[in-house]
């Protein structure tokens, strides 16, 4: 994206008024999960990357309490105007309440923003796809208060913050992958993450010759967030049916042997079937981080594939849109696919030979339609730093 556009941008929305207020430019990036799905609320891990796309900024303090933001990709909502002092929730406000809850969250940690201020916010990621654009909202809002603030808060603070306004202010209760992924990002890297501990390495992504491209059903993940509430029940359920027996704290604390031994405690079939996707699919995300590490990626794609197969048949939270792109993915070369995100729609994230992307993407894409009648999106990514003024 432009910046000098961006800038233009800026001040036909917010005019050239305070022109001695300086601007601030930033990205936060959107993130993509390579394997680690439904394992964050099991005490697992979690293995994204930081992506190309993401989230662009223009910022400037004002000298009243005023907070306008614009969001290019919600234009039609025009500037969402509101005070300092009333930070409050506001269906209305839509977009804008991500970063709204931020600044809430900054205030009442006890960070001092005394003043408003101005952003404009142009995206490029697919809205809906479960890439993160959420999140990476929430990490641009943090960056623009540390650095239009000069506030002392490091990323992993800005990480907490943001999660907490998306569980508190915005009420969904997600994970802290999402954000830690937009912020702790770092280019060329994957980022191993227990989340039970917040315990991180960075593993390097080496693919000489291979891409990661990203397929989007286009399909809205219509019934992810109540399925989600369901998967997280059943997951505790089969959990409270192990420690009847075993001193373990999450699902993620087990092996597959262990898992084997005592599966048979779980009397619920159904909730069996959960317990062992969250114990396989937190072992298959480890092994998969030493795959990248020892530049083994036929096995790691390997991994992603029988993770695919996990999430349909264990954890059934990928649809027919989903399977469709991965089974023509693999038909055409691609070495592991997978979906990536919630489910019941959103993305897959394939590793491709870099010399067949077009070919991949025209034949995947043509079955998809013949199969589906849409389209679907391709987007062939890299992998970048966390949220930073640029």
């Known amino acids: 994206m432009n910046l000098d556009d961006l800038t233009k941008d800026f001040f036909q929305v917010f005019k050239q008024i305070n022109a001695e207020e300086k601007i601030h430019t930033f990205f936060s990036p959107g993130r993509v999960n390579l394997i680690g799905e439904h394992t964050d609320y099991n005490g697992g891990y979690v293995f994204p990357c930081a992506l190309n796309f993401g989230t662009y900024a223009v910022a400037r303090q004002r000298r ?170 059943e997951c505790e359920n089969a959990l409270k049916a192990l420690k009847r027996k075993l001193d373990i704290s999450f699902l993620g604390d087990l092996s597959e042997e262990e898992f084997e031994k005592n599966k048979n405690l779980i009397k619920n079939e159904l909730e069996r079937k959960r317990a062992k996707h969250a114990v396989y699919e937190n072992q298959r995300t480890i092994k998969a981080a030493k795959a990248l590490y020892d530049g083994n990626i036929k096995l790691f794609g390997k991994l992603m594939n029988d993770s695919h197969i996990s999430l349909r048949y264990d954890y059934e939270v990928s649809c027919r849109e989903l399977d469709v792109l991965v089974e023509a993915a693999l038909k055409n070369g691609a070495i592991g696919a997978r979906m990536t995100g919630a489910g019941f729609g959103g993305c897959t994230v394939n590793l491709v030979y870099s010399s067949n992307i077009d070919e991949f993407i025209d034949k995947v894409g043509k079955e998809y339609e013949e199969k589906i009648g849409y389209k679907a999106d391709f987007y062939v990514v890299s992998v970048d730093d966390g949220a930073r003024e640029i």
Not at 202 to 215: E, R
């Open 64 to 233: 009243d309490s005023k907070i306008r933001l614009f969001s290019k990709n919600f234009k039609d909502l025009g500037i969402v105007e509101f005070d300092i002092l009333n930070l409050r929730y506001d269906k209305k406000h839509d977009w804008a309440n991500y970063p709204k809850g931020v600044v809430k969250k900054f205030l009442d940690s006890g960070y001092k923003i005394e003043t408003g201020f101005e952003v404009f916010f142009n995206g490029n990621i697919p809205n809906g796809a479960g890439l993160s654009s959420s999140a990476s909202i929430e990490l641009a809002m943090s960056i623009i208060l540390k650095v239009l603030y000069k506030l002392d808060v490091d990323m992993l603070e800005m990480v907490k913050l943001s999660q907490m306004a998306e569980n508190e202010f915005i009420g969904v209760n997600c994970g802290i992958m999402d954000q830690f992924a937009c912020g702790m990002g770092k280019k060329n890297y994957a980022i191993l993450l227990d989340t039970n501990t917040l315990r991180y390495e960075y593993a390097p992504i080496k693919l000489d010759g291979i891409s990661i491209v990203i397929a989007n059903t286009n399909k809205r993940r219509s019934l992810a967030d109540s399925k989600y509430n369901e998967r997280r029940m």
